[in-house]
């Protein structure tokens, strides 16, 4: 794809937050994609790090001008008022003297407006940011969904705080790449989208072992650590902790490392800790010659040099010292969820006085001999793969998202109902295999009232003899279509073309339907000609839900309805709007012509709600009706490709409307809790009128 004269917001906040964006941004910048690097009022000057990156930079208020002022002050005038009273109410924000507060507050109101005024001028076609967990993530991510701009957010590291923060990690995101599958399963259990998370990599990790372990790099950092010739390296990677004034470093670790003048001991502090706490801590330090304080010093080039290398507290750099291959000590803190050791990868001590016998043992080469395998795994899980390719991964996430943007869609021949043929419907069935369509075709003779006059049309992507026996004896109003190409939206449109029917209805393979499906859908049709689209009710071999209409969730992320609670349950039985189904789609012809046919730039099921939210845009009401019922035998699971072209092409168009169909059906998120416990259990209950016992 061509991304010259296309461009970029690109938020960078702190240091070490540039080693993840700006692999993508150069490769950006390659191809001719221009950047802008913006950056805002904050605690802390944010522009220092774009400045010692050398980057141009834009600051919010570069945009400001009177009309944005006085917006501004009006915003911020009504929302302290507001923010007065809650102040009162808050046994929380009453410890905090109001001057901070309302520091903050201004602070907040003047980047909204001000970022707001940048989308106006600058009319990016991306934004990238770290992640959506700070104000600034939230404000980028709000005006990408009002301006209906892509945003790329990616993981800062490993995820260890409590899971619930989590679930806004995708409210906004059109995608959010994260560096393994086990990142996107603590998102997932946290109530984060599914169908946004992508699995790529790390952008830097891989390409920044391979240069700082060059023999020529390694010389180098010893030489500025003053590490001697033939010395070891023990990096103790000191965790963001408070550190209160009664810490010291115990005295068996101090006697240890003086006794042992052919160690170094570095003491590796993270950025964010008080730089009056290290000096404190220090001081006891301060007699051991082989003994390095650092703060500022680059983590890569120390994983590099170091021999063993010890977490305490949580940490990622635990993870990227095991992408450096060096063994790993971890010291056992009360309260941490998070832990190297339980997952197998890092010998566990109690205290910091604890880890000379535990660094002596491994040194002396006595580690478990499952450990690589352990490591290896852990390593696969957590950074997918350890290649040089994330970033063209992130590449082809960004083209996905931006080309589907600006697809056209070829001009298709619909034909036009022929009346002397007289079909009421014709049924539109693809095939790219033969998982099944003999089921789906069974049900359609044996469940169609003999009075409603169908057709039967596949499309497929199979040779004659792969087709199976049924589809090639089946006799009468049938005909199958052939397209060496596959994917679902073109097999459709491929046997719409010629379909003679009053109505249009593309029903999935493993979709069985059940006695009065086809009456049902009619008579939905002919009771309001506004209806463009009607979907029914499927169930799972099991009798639960499979599908009761599609809505949207607070990720802005498509879910299917009450799906695997109980068939009985009476919120899945309720005939409403909404804006999509899928697995079956009984269309009106009008309709089909007017949204243009399935978008074939999708391959699976998600073209079936693209196609529904263009004929819902075209001025076409969604119908979802229990009363056509089916059978589901099979699941799909959605491409990467057809997920990404999903939300590039309809950023700032979707919105939650899940909430309403939980009011309309008398439940709240603590009762449907209460009912999927129920359904697991095998506990159904009276799901037939949840409420009275909720």
């Given at each position: 794809?061509?991304?010259?004269?296309?461009?970029?917001?690109?938020?960078?906040?702190?240091?070490?937050?540039?080693?993840?964006?700006?692999?993508?941004?150069?490769?950006?910048?390659?191809?001719?994609?221009?950047?802008?690097?913006l950056t805002a009022p904050a605690e802390m000057p944010f522009e220092l790090t774009l400045q010692e990156e050398g980057l141009p930079y834009r600051h919010t208020q570069d945009y400001s001008n009177q009309e944005v002022g006085d917006k501004i002050n009006l915003a911020y005038r009504n929302i302290r008022s507001v923010w007065k009273e809650k102040v009162l109410q808050s046994s929380v924000l009453n410890h905090f003297t109001l001057p901070i507060q309302d520091k903050i507050l201004r602070m907040h109101v003047d980047n909204f407006y001000l970022f707001r005024r940048m989308f106006e001028v600058e009319k990016p076609d991306l934004v990238l940011a770290l992640h959506e967990l700070n104000s600034w993530g939230k404000m980028l991510g709000y005006l990408s969904h009002e301006f209906s701009v892509p945003m790329i957010t990616l993981q800062e590291g490993l995820y260890y705080a409590p899971a619930a923060v989590y679930r806004f990690h995708t409210e906004y995101s059109s995608a959010c790449l994260v560096w393994g599958e086990a990142t996107r399963e603590v998102l997932v259990r946290s109530g984060g989208s599914s169908d946004k998370i992508f699995v790529v990599g790390n952008t830097h990790l891989q390409s920044v072992v391979k240069k700082e372990s060059d023999s020529g790099a390694l010389t180098k950092t010893k030489e500025e650590l003053a590490i001697g010739s033939g010395q070891k390296v023990v990096t103790l990677l000191m965790g963001g902790l408070g550190y209160d004034k009664g810490f010291t470093f115990p005295a068996q670790l101090l006697d240890w490392v003086r006794a042992h003048p052919e160690l170094v001991l570095v003491c590796k502090w993270h950025p964010v800790t008080n730089k009056l706490a290290i000096e404190r801590i220090g001081q006891d330090m301060s007699t051991v010659a082989n003994v390095r304080m650092l703060q500022s010093f680059d983590t890569y080039r120390l994983l590099a040099a170091s021999d063993v290398c010890i977490v305490f507290g949580n940490s990622t750099t635990g993870l990227e010292a095991l992408a450096f291959a060096k063994p790993l000590i971890e010291v056992q803190l009360p309260g941490l969820e998070y832990s190297f050791a339980r997952h197998g990868v890092a010998d566990a001590v109690s205290s910091l006085a604890e880890i000379p016998e535990a660094v002596d043992e491994i040194l002396m080469g006595l580690v478990s001999e499952d450990r690589q395998r352990r490591v290896n795994e852990y390593l696969r899980d957590n950074l997918y793969l350890l290649d040089e390719q994330v970033v063209d991964r992130c590449m082809s996430v960004v083209e996905r998202l931006l080309s589907v943007r600006e697809a056209k869609e070829p001009e298709r021949i619909i034909a036009v109902a022929d009346e002397s043929e007289g079909f009421l419907c014709s049924i539109i069935i693809p095939q790219s295999s033969t998982n099944g369509v003999a089921e789906t075709l069974l049900g359609v003779v044996e469940n169609t009232a003999a009075d409603l006059s169908y057709e039967c049309l596949i499309g497929s992507s199979l040779a004659p003899e792969d087709r199976g026996e049924l589809v090639n004896e089946l006799v009468g109003d049938l005909q199958v279509l052939h397209s060496d190409k596959s994917g679902l939206s073109h097999l459709y449109n491929l046997a719409a073309a010629p379909a003679k029917g009053r109505y249009l209805c593309f029903l999935t393979p493993g979709w069985v339907p059940q006695k009065g499906w086809l009456e049902a859908f009619v008579q939905e049709m002919e009771r309001d000609p506004r209806v463009g689209i009607v979907g029914g009710l499927a169930l799972q071999g099991d009798g639960l839900v499979a599908h009761a209409g599609i809505a949207f969730d607070a990720n802005l992320s498509p879910v299917s309805l009450y799906r695997l609670l109980p068939a009985t349950f009476l919120g899945a039985h309720r005939r409403r709007e909404m804006r999509g189904v899928m697995g079956c789609l009984f269309v009106r012809r009008q309709a089909f012509l007017a949204a243009g046919g399935f978008d074939e730039t999708f391959q699976g099921h998600w073209s079936e709600l693209d196609f529904c939210l263009q004929a819902g845009a075209k001025g076409w009401k969604i119908l979802y009706t229990p009363e056509s019922l089916f059978v589901s035998l099979s699941t799909a699971k959605a491409s990467d490709d057809d997920r990404l072209s999903f939300f590039g092409k309809w950023v700032g168009h979707l919105w939650p409307d899940q909430d309403s169909y939980w009011s309309e059906d008398r439940l709240d998120p603590e009762k449907l809790s209460d009912l999927y416990r129920r359904a697991v259990s095998g506990l159904t209950g009276n799901v037939e009128n949840p409420t009275s016992e909720l």
């Open positions: 794809m061509e991304l010259k004269g296309k461009k970029a917001f690109c938020f960078l906040a702190l240091k070490h937050h540039s080693r993840f964006l700006l692999p993508i941004t150069r490769a950006l910048e390659t191809r001719g994609m221009e950047i802008i690097y």
